[in-house]
């Protein structure tokens, strides 16, 4: 208790050193538990966003491209398949479900993605959670349109709003289907997921609207108005689909469908397990996630090493101090052991101080990062492998301190009382 009370006079003594020593602890602290908890939210983010789903199909591509454009909204499909192929498929033995997805227009800059309505039914998302309607109802009409929590609440939609879609996937778009307008039916609870940040229309719709689109812009007079196509609406079938998604009756026959995917004779299809094409995107992800812990890990050095800094300048200031300690019956390795315990004091505060900050940033940004990115974060405490790491960190600030603190040992009452000119 003395040698904490004598700790706490000293390093109030010296508050303004102390204090700015902590902060730099505490911002290099705080930035490591911040990429630590982001790296592992991003990562939960993505693997919430799509459950429940056995397979997913489109054309042949790269597995981790296929899963980013027809789940996270990244990117753009190089060639469909066709519908033809999505019938089969439907219609295999081991299929339970399949939902069909079709991409190509925006609105605003959000994905549109026409489908059919067993998508709110059977896609699942965090622990195999169904999809809710916060308003409304799912399509029903053909021109209706769902909008996901995201797109409703940025361009501050409601139910019953009439809205254009854009031909194409970028933010800006001259090519307008103004001649189909849509009226919003529902709008989707909140997810968290690339969910929230999509339209959705039925596949009849999303065939209707590209009727003489075939070359990338309308033909003159080779369009379907309106009520042609309501007329029409159950004719209506597209020739292609940009991807399915694919729920089996038993989860054991899934790489047999896969096998049977890949190989299959009448066009190039691949069939990609997303739990699996998520562990390829983090191993090509992975280099990056450790240049940001190596980082990380050089600041919180740089911390240390400031504090190291701190205890050594002071140290030549306090060499009376000492002297009047050693005086006064304080043994070296008493006055070793204060400065040792003075920086664990410095580096407790500097880690707790780092923690708090880390929890107040993700709380702050957690809205921000869903509403501009749809990455779901929960502001939480570290888990115990990072508490571990912090631990280690505390260790290192004493070891580091035994350099002062073999310096002071070594100092003398004589060399303590000498008067510096």
């Given at each position: 208790?003395n ?6 006079k000293?390093?109030?003594?010296r508050?303004f050193?102390v ?7 505490a ?6 538990v911040?990429?630590?908890?982001l790296r ?12 429940g789903?056995d397979l997913?199909v489109?054309?042949r591509t790269?597995?981790v ?9 990244i990117g753009?499909?190089?060639n469909?398949?066709s ?9 295999r033995?081991?299929?339970?479900w399949a939902v ?5 227009d ?5 994905r549109?993605?026409g489908?059919s309505?067993a998508?709110f039914d059977r896609?699942?998302?965090?622990d195999r959670?169904a999809?809710e309607?916060?308003?409304?109802r ?9 909008l996901?929590?995201?797109?409703a609440?940025?361009?501050?939609y409601?139910?019953?709003d009439r ?10 778009s001259?090519q307008?289907?103004?001649?189909h307008?849509f009226?919003?039916a529902?709008?989707?609870?909140p997810?968290?997921?690339p969910v929230?940040?999509?339209?959705y ?5 999303h ?10 812009m309308l033909?003159p ?8 196509a309501?007329?029409?609406?159950d ?8 991807a ?5 009756k038993?989860r054991?026959?899934v ?15 691949t069939?990609?397990m997303?739990?699996?094409?998520l562990?390829e ?13 190596v ?10 090493l ?9 140290l030549n ?8 300690l050693?005086a006064n019956g304080a043994r070296p ?6 400065l040792i315990?003075?920086a ?6 500097g880690?707790?101080l780092?923690?708090i ?11 921000w990062?869903?509403n501009h990115?749809?990455i779901?974060?929960?502001p939480s405490?570290?888990d115990?492998a990072l ?5 280690a960190i505390w260790?290192?600030?004493?070891l580091?301190a035994?350099?002062?603190?073999m310096?002071?040992?070594r100092?003398?009452l004589?060399d303590?009382?000498q008067?510096?000119n």
């Amino acid at each position: 208790m003395n040698l904490l009370n004598l700790a706490l006079k000293s390093l109030n003594n010296r508050r303004f050193a102390v204090v700015l020593t902590i902060c730099t602890i505490a911002l290099s602290i705080g930035l490591l538990v911040l990429v630590e908890q982001l790296r592992q939210d991003v990562r939960q983010s993505f693997y919430r966003s799509v459950s429940g789903t056995d397979l997913i199909v489109g054309a042949r591509t790269a597995p981790v491209q296929l899963l980013l454009y027809s789940v996270f909204g990244i990117g753009t499909a190089t060639n469909n398949m066709s519908y033809e192929s999505f019938a089969q498929l439907r219609e295999r033995p081991e299929v339970d479900w399949a939902v069909p997805m079709s991409l190509g227009d925006s609105h605003r800059g959000y994905r549109v993605i026409g489908t059919s309505a067993a998508f709110f039914d059977r896609y699942r998302y965090g622990d195999r959670e169904a999809l809710e309607l916060a308003q409304g109802r799912p399509f029903d009409e053909l021109f209706e349109v769902v909008l996901g929590h995201r797109v409703a609440r940025q361009l501050d939609y409601s139910l019953g709003d009439r809205i254009t879609l854009a031909h194409g996937g970028g933010n800006v778009s001259l090519q307008r289907h103004d001649d189909h307008p849509f009226e919003v039916a529902g709008i989707l609870a909140p997810t968290g997921t690339p969910v929230d940040r999509q339209l959705y229309i039925s596949l009849a719709a999303h065939h209707a609207i590209h009727i003489g689109w075939e070359t990338g812009m309308l033909r003159p007079g080779a369009g379907l108005d309106a009520e042609a196509a309501r007329a029409e609406a159950d004719a209506l079938q597209p020739d292609s689909l940009t991807a399915v998604l694919l729920g089996l009756k038993s989860r054991t026959a899934v790489f047999n469908l896969q096998r049977g995917v890949n190989n299959y004779r009448p066009e190039a299809l691949t069939g990609i397990m997303p739990g699996i094409t998520l562990q390829e995107l983090w191993r090509i992800t992975g280099l990056a996630e450790q240049v940001l812990r190596v980082v990380a890990a050089l600041v919180v050095l740089a911390g240390l090493l400031g504090m190291l800094t701190v205890l050594l300048t002071t140290l030549n200031e306090r060499r009376r101090e000492m002297a009047i300690l050693r005086a006064n019956g304080a043994r070296p390795l008493q006055i070793s052991a204060l400065l040792i315990f003075e920086a664990g004091l410095i580096a407790a505060g500097g880690i707790a101080l780092g923690v708090i900050a880390a929890v107040v940033v993700q709380g702050l940004s957690a809205g921000w990062l869903l509403n501009h990115y749809g990455i779901f974060i929960a502001p939480s405490l570290p888990d115990a492998a990072l508490w571990a790491v912090l631990g280690a960190i505390w260790l290192a600030g004493l070891l580091i301190a035994l350099i002062p603190a073999m310096m002071a040992y070594r100092r003398t009452l004589a060399d303590g009382m000498q008067v510096h000119n």
